[in-house]
Nanobody, 123 residues
Framework: QLQLVESGGGLVQAGGSLRLSCAAS????????MGWFRQAPGKEREFVAA????????YYADSVKGRFTISRVAAKHTVYLQMNSLKPEDTAVYYC????????????????WGQGTQVTVSS
């Protein structure tokens, strides 16, 4: 089993920044993908960003491209999501997901999920 624990959420004003962290523990994999998704009240879970662990290739939703950056530190088994120029519409619970295969933007293609961390952006 792989455990994922997110941290770094909070309340920030529009235009501000936050950095989310997702620490992985337990079973390790030699090559896998990790992603960030978010879910606002009354909406479906949506893709935010993903990174291939070995190649470090990254993928972003159009809505966050140029504002968010996903990265990882292999030695710490941790993936980060740096969020800049935050907007009220970025408000959601953010989830870390791991061991993805297939289309990177589909939640159903990930096997492990964290508990989520709330991000609230005030206008």
């Amino acid at each position: 089993q792989l455990q994922l624990v997110e941290s770094g959420g909070g309340l920030v004003q529009a235009g501000g920044s936050l950095r989310l962290s997702c620490a992985a523990s337990g079973r390790t994999f030699s090559n896998y993908r990790m992603g960030w998704f978010r879910q606002a009240p009354g909406k479906e879970r949506e893709f935010v960003a993903a990174i291939n662990w070995s190649s470090e290739n990254t993928y972003y939703a159009d809505s966050v491209k140029g504002r968010f950056t996903i990265s990882r530190v292999a030695a710490k088994h941790t993936v980060y999501l740096q969020m800049n120029s935050l907007k009220p519409e970025d408000t959601a619970v953010y989830y870390c997901a791991a061991v993805g295969s297939g289309d990177y933007y589909l939640p159903s293609n990930y096997n492990y999920w964290g508990q989520g961390t709330q991000v609230t952006v005030s206008s």
